[in-house]
């Protein structure tokens, strides 16, 4: 996990991003960019781990659609927790779901524990992608998936400027990885059966009705929340998303890979 362990989504932030994202989601496409990247896996009776499970809106969803018999979220936040939780018993599925809060590094469970490992553009805040793919690696069963989906860097070496302006505005721990870097680690780590989906073209028009929505029917609501002067600042921060997008600079990308048998 990330080695920065200072919260980094508030509650106004926490506000915006489920306004516009769905509640319960902290990334973009909710539920919809979960199937896509879940397609074809069936997740039937299935023990799950969610890395970075944020506001618990994928655990809810692959418990109540893809019927998994239990989910772990962790996250490094604790804030974010409690809200998981109160999700989970929205829903009423607290016995399916299980909220942890974990220290930065190896997660604590013990080697296969887990049929699959998700998670929803949560691991950009990990650096460390060899890592990452290593402990990924070891916690899953044999046979078992890697599914995912985060932001990728569309360059190798150094961000553009706008790129860099992007993320000055962002202020999140970002440890982008290339698409080619993720590969690498997914495959040093043993993983087969490996995809990298890239979805900047979906994710360009998408970021623009967003920041259309921000802009007009979302605005009075979330100022009066918020405040008129950060929700001005996060709709800056979606126009110098979409400048980063529509270079190519800034990648969603679906992962997947599956632990040989």
């Excluded at 609501?221 to 400048?243: C, D, R, S, T, Y």
Aim: proline fraction near 4%.
């Amino acid at each position: 996990m990330s080695e920065d362990t200072h919260q980094e989504y508030d509650d106004g932030l926490v506000a915006v991003l489920e306004a516009v994202w769905g509640e319960g989601f902290m990334s973009p496409g909710g539920t919809d960019e979960v199937d896509r990247y879940l397609h074809d896996i069936d997740l039937n009776g299935l023990s799950v781990l969610d890395i970075g499970c944020g506001l618990g809106g994928v655990d809810i969803h692959m418990v109540l659609q893809h019927k998994v018999r239990k989910i772990v979220g962790v996250d490094i936040e604790p804030e974010l927790i409690p809200r998981c939780k109160r999700l989970a018993q929205k829903y009423n599925v607290v016995e399916q779901t299980e909220f942890l809060c974990v220290e930065p590094g190896t997660l604590p469970f013990t080697d296969a524990s887990f049929d699959m490992v998700t998670s929803k553009d949560s691991i950009i805040h990990i650096a460390d992608k060899h890592t990452l793919a290593n402990d990924i690696f070891r916690l899953l069963k044999p046979g078992g998936w890697f599914a995912a989906s985060d932001w990728l860097a569309g360059y190798e070496d150094r961000p553009s400027p706008e790129m860099k302006d992007y993320l000055v505005a962002e202020a999140l721990d970002f440890g982008l990885a290339s698409a080619d870097g993720y590969r690498k680690a997914l495959n040093a780590a043993g993983f087969i059966d490996i995809e990298v989906v890239d979805r900047n073209e979906w994710y360009c028009a998408e970021a623009r009705r967003e920041r259309d929505q921000m802009r007009g029917a979302l605005f009075d609501g979330l100022a009066n929340q918020v405040g008129k002067e950060f929700m001005e600042h996060e709709i800056g921060v979606w126009e110098k998303m979409i400048v980063a997008l529509d270079q190519g600079q800034l990648r969603p990308t679906h992962l997947r890979g599956r632990k040989p048998v």
